[in-house]
């Protein structure tokens, strides 16, 4: 069974510095690997799809890296701000697009 | 594009009762739908996939008669808490894929169901 294990649980930090979320899963057959951005209350949002053959993807100020070989994926937030402020989501699937979810981490960025 | 939502957003019920949850695909259609359920700090857990015209799949130990799932259209799958109890309370989420050859390999979820049972 996939276990995914997110650290650290929580984060704070002030705004402007630089967010490093770890992910980690244990089966490392996997199809791909998404990042979620989840407000208090909320439904889910995907930030960043990284495909099994794929090692990084990009968008905007978000960078997300995959070594599946090794079983992680790093979440890289660059110059923070407070309305990133959220509960981020690592998430593998396999071929069926069944979803095996961290339990995430919890960013606060002070302004 | 690609918009799914859920309704009710909240809900509160008493022990005994049923509670049914919508799952609507606004701009898609979706073959597949799928039903996670989130405890406070804890990641989702997959209960379901509700496919169109079938039968859901339920995972391991979700008590199918208890989680009653029907996907009578493309746009619309519903979850029925049957006889629901408080350690039922929970958000529920749900998920769907795009039905195209060309669809990408994205869910979208929808804004999740905050069910108390009193």
């Known amino acids: 069974k996939q276990e995914v294990t997110q650290i650290p649980a929580a984060l704070s930090v002030p705004e402007g510095e630089n967010l490093v979320l770890n992910c980690s899963f244990t089966?490392?057959?996997?199809?791909?690997l998404q990042w979620f951005r989840q407000d208090p209350g909320k439904g889910l949002t995907s930030l960043l799809l990284?495909?099994?053959?794929?090692r990084e993807q990009t968008s905007g100020r978000l960078n997300a890296s995959l070594d599946k070989s090794s079983g992680r994926s790093t979440l890289y937030i660059a110059a923070s701000q407070p309305g990133d402020s959220a509960t981020y989501l690592c998430?593998?699937?396999?071929?069926?697009?069944?979803?095996?979810f961290g339990a995430g981490t919890t960013v606060t960025v002070r302004a | 594009g690609a918009v799914v939502s859920q309704h009710p957003s909240r809900v509160i019920c008493k022990s005994g009762t049923s509670v049914k949850i919508e799952c609507r695909s606004l701009?898609?259609?979706?073959?597949?739908m799928f039903w996670y359920r989130q405890f406070p700090k804890k990641s989702l857990m997959l209960m379901a996939t509700?496919?169109?015209?079938?039968?859901?799949?339920?995972e391991q130990g979700v008590e199918k008669d208890k989680f009653l799932i029907n996907h009578a259209s493309l746009t619309l799958s519903t979850l029925t808490v049957t006889s629901a109890h408080p350690e039922d309370s929970s958000f529920y989420i749900c998920?769907?894929?795009?039905?195209?050859?060309?669809?990408?390999?994205?869910?979208?979820f929808g804004p999740g169901t905050r069910l108390t049972v009193t």
């Open positions: 509700s496919n169109e015209g079938s039968k859901a799949t339920y």
């Open positions: 998430a593998v699937s396999r071929g069926d697009y069944k979803l095996s």
């Open positions: 089966d490392s057959a996997i199809y791909n």
């Open positions: 998920s769907a894929r795009e039905n195209t050859w060309n669809a990408g390999l994205e869910q979208y």
């Open positions: 990284i495909q099994s053959s794929q």
């Open positions: 701009d898609f259609q979706a073959t597949t």
